[in-house]
């Protein structure tokens, strides 16, 4: 069995790890697979680019202009949705050709266009759709909120302009029911949260919709030293660390507001052991919010070596994750299996990996002093056993071999 999985980058996003790290546990288990890319980072000999740099950057602008003259001009949500009208036809291309099976992930920002996996499904070869967002199976956006219309149709998205250039989420919405139609794809979501939402859609109705989660490689993300991960790093020994991670800091759904809300309720309620905690800050502008976190700050700003971020996770206590809407989160995995507690909100597929006071605590959905406590909670009752069974959740849930045979059986099913 030959599987291409298609995603839009080998290495940048969430979606771009998970796809790498299943195509690594496929070959693991004796599965041929390779993997296409818009967006090609490293010299791996089984990630193959589609090619003409130039073209696909002007593919991607075109896309965005588009969504930038639909909103009249506002830069708003120019990245909470995607329209899917230009991409590349990758049928004609060896490596599909050669593949039994076409593994989608995440395929936006002007990689492929509707039109272009209509062609995919018209092939007739079996198609597997990872849905890493709700982008599959809404109109136009990566997630809904706490809209619903997907369950009947998409219309009058209040992320675009519905007056200027036409209601733009209904015609997705319909030229998807179009692609999907007469087919019969497989709908794999990364967390039983985003399964449900998907089974609930008009767009995957007749379809199998499935729930299997990201993996991990544990060998990598394992347990190390605490006192000499901070000593190489340089970071405190004797203070209380709780990391944050973004790409954009800036982005409101992963609710860095509540986090710096919470953070306060601790200083204020518990002066004395707030003097023993520090925020560490991964991510992409972290010195602009030095001033608004009432802790002291560690701001080590963007970290793409997977090896560096091992360190930083068993240098940390906790690993803080106040999302106000997010499918499996990468990073919430990778501490878990360095043996780090995490607190988060009650949310999308959160609570799936965080068992409530068992590996970590999950909090009341934005509810910031609820979220305080479980730090205050995580960091006081036995911690040795929180690390404990945060490792072990991942070795059984997430690991290689299970994730890998699941998808086989989708595979061959």
Known sequence: MRV????????????????????????????KVKMLVRDKQTDHLTVFPIGHDYLQTIKFVWERLCIFMANKFSRRNLFQVDLANTGTDVTCLSEFQHADVIHLHWVNQGFLSLNNIRKIIQSGKKVVITMHDQWYFTGVCHYSGNCKKYERMCDHCELMNSTWMGDQAKKVFLKKKSVYANARLTFVGCSEWITQLASTSMLTQGHRVVS??????????????????????????????????????????????????????IKEQYEDFAKGIELVIVGGAAES??????????????????????????????YVTPSLQDNLPNTVMETLACGTP??????????????HQKNGFVARYKDAQDFAKGILWTLTTNYDQLCHHAREKVLSTYGENVVARKYIEVYEG
Do not use: W
């Open 289 to 318: 919010i030095r001033n608004k976190v009432p802790f002291d700050l560690i701001a080590l700003n963007y970290v793409s070596d997977p090896k560096e971020m091992v360190q930083i996770y068993n240098a940390v206590d906790i």
């Open 212 to 265: 299997i989660p990201n993996t991990i490689n544990t060998a990598l993300f394992q347990p190390t030293n605490k006192k000499e991960a901070r000593q190489t790093l340089g970071l405190h020994e004797d203070k209380y660390l709780l990391l944050f991670s973004c790409q954009r800091i800036t982005d409101e759904r992963k609710g860095f507001s509540l986090l710096v809300e919470a953070l306060q309720f």
């Open 342 to 355: 995490c607190v988060g909100f009650n949310v999308g597929g959160i609570p799936e990996m965080i068992d």
């Open 4 to 31: 291409l999985i298609i995603n839009t980058s080998e290495r940048i996003g969430g979606a771009a790890i998970a796809a790498n790290r299943l195509m690594e546990a496929l070959k693991k288990n004796g599965v």
